[in-house]
Nanobody, 121 residues
Framework: QVQLVESGGGLVQAGGSLRLSCVAS????????MGWFRQAPGKEREFVAF?????LYADSVKGRFTISRDNTKNTVYLQMNSLKPEDTAVYYC?????????????????WGQGTQVTVSS
């Protein structure tokens, strides 16, 4: 069983930045596709970004967010710049057990517990 532990959430003013981190347990991190989803109050969980064979971003965060990974630390990062109030949500780290070119919610194998990001106007 793989455990994902997120950190880095918090309260920031609009226009500010945050960096989320997600550390994965296990010895096969390099073979995982890693990514992030978010869920705002009263809304469905939505895709943010993933990094596997390729990297993809949701249109709403493209140009503002950057996903990266450090395989030596079993860690995936989400650098969030130019934050907007509409970015407020619980952010979830997610993983698939293989390197893939897609990252649909229904195919996620592992989830983190989530970290709150709040952007004030």
């Amino acid at each position: 069983q793989v455990q994902l532990v997120e950190s880095g959430g918090g309260l920031v003013q609009a226009g500010g930045s945050l960096r989320l981190s997600c550390v994965a347990s296990g010895r096969t991190f390099t073979s995982y596709t890693m990514g992030w989803f978010r869920q705002a109050p009263g809304k469905e969980r939505e895709f943010v970004a993933f990094i596997g064979w390729s990297t993809l971003y949701a249109d709403s965060v493209k140009g503002r967010f950057t996903i990266s990974r450090d395989n030596t630390k079993n860690t995936v990062y989400l650098q969030m710049n130019s934050l907007k109030p509409e970015d407020t949500a619980v952010y979830y780290c997610a993983a698939r057990r293989s390197l893939t070119t897609d990252f649909p919610l229904e195919r996620i194998d592992y989830w983190g517990q989530g970290t709150q990001v709040t952007v004030s106007s």
